[in-house]
């Protein structure tokens, strides 16, 4: 008879485990297949994976299955669910953009006190009301039935939304980080009531055999073995970072030790009866970024978490509908609750909005959004109805109300898409109409670890405020074709070594390693947050494309590119690949916003370097080493950008800049007549031929030069320098003059500079990608001329006379 129980105990759970695995497996592949036809409109996949879960839910599966009786599918898929959720919120975290969020932390407390609040008092108010159709027998006061409503209404998923907008690319916009941080917000305050709510007598059932104060204790004990845990985190991460130092990713023996304990602690909370979410979060935010650790980690989390975990955990919402027992006493009052929850959020959005001076309309979709309910709602309905605060029918009413405010967040997310898609294109981010202290997202290019030291010492220089500075990512594009028995960088790191007592240097071969060193050091050293991405080296045209499609998912301020020539140890510049001179000059044409070329010379043989991190090149006397940067301005809409772009240089303490201005060399003649002076145009002499110049009063070039003096210069933050010119040949003399003066020069592309200072110009017709004037600095051969940055404004829209330069140098 023991034998018999056993085999039957075990024939169930294979039973159980294989429909897991094949519900799982069919609302995956029916997800997919609807969304061929949704994401055509930009709608998320999270509303095609509830679809699916709807449909493959209302198939009653579990009859096929002999052994399986299953009832309700948060018994079965629940802590399936809930770990899948520890690690999607400590992946969330591990990649939240920690600077970024800071700076919008202001406006994503007032938007969640207002919705909180909003939703909480019109719950109560409301619940009275509702209290007949919430129960059929009075098993429980009405003051818990509104307390527990308060909390279900006021909710938001953070993981919803959070998966939403990071699929959609909306978590690189001001709109979509407000959104996530606000979502994420007030779902730990309404955790920490439910927390508070489940420590009543009440709550007893979730740990038999505790009292309430009991309860609150084993609570108390959680969060101190999370803070332990907390703090014995980045010494444990740094011991593993050391031991794989020079690696691109950790073995698989600590990779699964180490996702071991990131479960071990999130469940902290949970085997006590509380929500582990915060923990999981938290423990993500704590995580060290640099070093092969966090790399590995990714790596391992972002493929199985978002195409098996996410797609399950929507589609496990479909499957609790039970279509058998749906009636209009569970339709009206799952309607009922949703529109009390969008009128709750939406007042206290508009509310906020009204405080922030926010658009109406984005409010209403902030309101729309942060209704969305999701998986922890489902567990205190499920808890509610355990407990008798409300009937069956009430819970199937919530569970409704919930995939309907999910589904409907969908067309919104799409609405938002669009029009953040839109404002970027539109605006084209252009640096000489903003102000250097506001915040600039960046994204670097690098063809190998010989570039990359020189590429991350100009994106630390150009984060003047390192705290606040969004993360910066740098895309490496490797060499695919040396790599052709790998299909990506990933398979390709865990090649074996094949030389054991070299297995360190072995590993320090590799370009892509190599990069991921550097990377590591700049992070260490600087306290900025760099991210690396890692993409195959497959031409010109496909690399473009790239560079396109990570530009519309960063939505920079500005694009860095190596420029195609490389400076070789006797100091001549040599191109390596003409490949990539087509590659920056696809970018160019078709980039959304300012473009930098850098001409980078690592073998500079007089002066001060750029080449190492402010932060750490001291003398001895732990002194700034002073680092000199040259603008160079012949006038036009680039020039005015390099000097922008100087400008936010120049916010570094260690830079010391100098505008340098080449003028033609004018003779003026005024007239008087009846005692004032009547100012005539001005006579040029160019080469010996005499023209006449109007000159605009209004003209942006002189407005740039005029901030520049009054916002640098008199306040000796910068200097200016005029060299008076003849004509190009002079420019040409002068510019191959500033040679060992600077250790960078920042320049315009052109193209748009007078034409009576850059005219025949040598190299015109070899140097589309940077210019005369970067062609000038770039091809000198001599070891004293510095590196130089070339930068190109995208056309922008029309500024309204008097405001050109206004916000430039604020």
Not at 302 to 311: E, R, S, T
Not at 710 to 716: D, L, P, S, T
Request: include cysteine; charged fraction near 20%; hydrophobic fraction near 45%.
């Amino acid at each position: 008879m023991a034998c018999d129980s056993y085999s039957s105990v075990q024939n169930v759970a294979l039973d159980t485990l294989f429909l897991i695995v094949f519900q799982a497996a069919v609302v995956i592949a029916l997800a997919k297949f609807i969304h061929l036809g949704l994401r055509r409109h930009n709608l998320p996949s999270a509303t095609s994976q509830i679809l699916a879960g709807i449909f493959v839910g209302g198939l009653g599966l579990h009859d096929v299955i002999v052994h399986v009786d299953v009832s309700n599918a948060e018994d079965t898929y629940g802590h399936i669910v809930s770990e899948a959720r520890i690690f999607y919120m400590f992946y969330v975290g591990l990649e939240a953009d920690v600077a970024a969020l800071w700076n919008d932390i202001r406006r994503a407390t007032v938007l969640t006190y207002a919705s909180v609040a909003t939703c909480l008092l019109l719950a109560a108010f409301v619940s009275g009301g509702m209290y007949g159709s919430m129960m059929h027998t009075p098993v429980r006061s009405p003051e818990l039935l509104a307390a527990v409503l308060m909390l279900s209404i006021a909710d938001t998923a953070s993981v919803d939304v959070s998966r939403m907008a990071g699929e959609m690319g909306l978590t690189a916009t001001p709109s979509g980080r407000l959104v996530v941080a606000t979502a994420i917000a007030t779902n730990i305050i309404c955790i920490v009531g439910e927390g508070v709510f489940s420590c009543m007598k009440l709550a007893s059932s979730r740990t038999p055999g505790y009292s309430a104060s009991q309860r609150l204790g084993l609570g108390v004990l959680a969060l101190v073995k999370v803070g332990v845990a907390v703090l014995l985190l980045r010494p444990a991460v740094a011991f593993m970072n050391r031991r794989n130092a020079g690696r691109h990713r950790i073995g698989n023996l600590e990779l699964v030790l180490v996702l071991v304990a990131v479960s071990l602690i999130g469940n902290f909370p949970q085997d006590v009866g509380f929500d582990g979410m915060p923990v999981s979060l938290l423990l993500g935010l704590a995580f060290p970024r640099e070093g092969p650790v966090a790399r590995s980690i990714m790596d391992a989390l972002a493929y199985p978490l978002h195409a098996l975990a996410l797609p399950f955990y929507f589609g496990a919402m479909g499957m609790r509908l039970n279509f058998s027992a749906m009636s209009g006493a569970i339709l009206v009052p799952a309607i009922l609750l949703t529109l009390l929850g969008l009128i709750g959020k939406c007042i206290g959005t508009m509310a906020a909005a009204r405080f922030l001076k926010m658009p109406a309309s984005d409010a209403l979709r902030f309101g729309v959004l942060l209704n969305i309910k999701g998986h922890v709602n489902m567990i205190d309905m499920s808890f509610a109805s355990s407990e008798g605060i409300w009937a069956e029918q009430a819970l199937m009413a919530m569970v409704v109300g919930s995939m309907i405010s999910t589904i409907i967040a969908g067309p919104v997310f799409a609405v938002v898409f669009r029009k953040e898609k839109e404002a970027y294109e539109c605006n084209h981010q252009a640096l000489e109409h903003t102000s250097p202290d506001q915040e600039l997202r960046m994204l670097a290019c690098v063809h190998g670890a010989r570039g990359t030291p020189g590429m991350l010492c100009l994106l630390e220089l150009l984060a003047s405020k390192p705290r606040a500075q969004p993360a910066i990512h740098v895309l490496h594009f490797y060499d695919a074709a040396a790599r052709k028995h790998a299909s990506g960088p990933w398979q390709y790191h865990r090649r074996v070594v094949q030389d054991r007592d070299h297995k360190l240097t072995d590993h320090l071969r590799d370009a892509t390693t190599q990069v991921n060193w550097s990377v590591d050091v700049f992070t260490c050293a600087t306290g900025l947050a760099i991210r690396q991405v890692d993409a195959g080296d497959r031409g010109a045209a496909a690399n473009a494309k790239t560079v396109r499609r990570w530009t519309h998912d960063v939505r920079p301020g500005i694009l860095l590119l190596p420029y195609h020539r490389e400076q070789h140890y006797d100091g001549t510049m040599v191109c390596r690949r003409d490949d990539r001179r087509e590659l920056n000059a696809k970018v160019l044409d078709r980039a959304p916003c300012t473009v930098g070329i850098l001409a980078d010379r690592p073998f500079r043989r007089s002066g001060t370097s750029f080449q190492l991190p402010a932060k750490i090149s001291t003398t001895s006397t732990e002194e700034k080493v002073t680092t000199h940067v040259a603008a160079v301005f012949l006038g036009g809409p680039d020039d005015r950008e390099a000097v922008a772009v100087a400008c936010r240089l120049a916010k570094n303490e260690s830079i010391s800049l100098t505008l340098v201005r080449f003028v033609l060399r004018r003779e003026s003649t005024h007239d008087e007549h009846d005692g004032v002076a009547a100012r005539s145009p001005d006579v040029v002499v160019v080469d010996g031929e005499v023209s006449v110049v109007v000159v605009d009063d209004d003209d942006p070039d002189e407005e740039c030069v005029a901030a520049f003096q009054r916002e640098y210069v008199a306040k000796e933050r910068g200097e200016y320098e005029e060299k008076e010119v003849t004509g190009p040949m002079d420019v040409v003399e002068a510019l191959r003059g500033m040679a060992g003066a600077y250790a960078m020069v920042v320049a315009g592309r052109g193209g748009r500079q007078p034409a009576e200072l850059v005219v025949g110009l040598e190299g015109w017709a070899e140097c589309a990608d940077v210019g005369p004037v970067g062609e000038i600095f770039a091809t000198d051969q001599s070891l004293e001329m510095g590196s130089v940055l070339v930068v190109q404004q995208k056309t922008a829209p029309p500024v309204p006379p008097g405001s050109a330069a206004g916000n430039l140098i604020t």
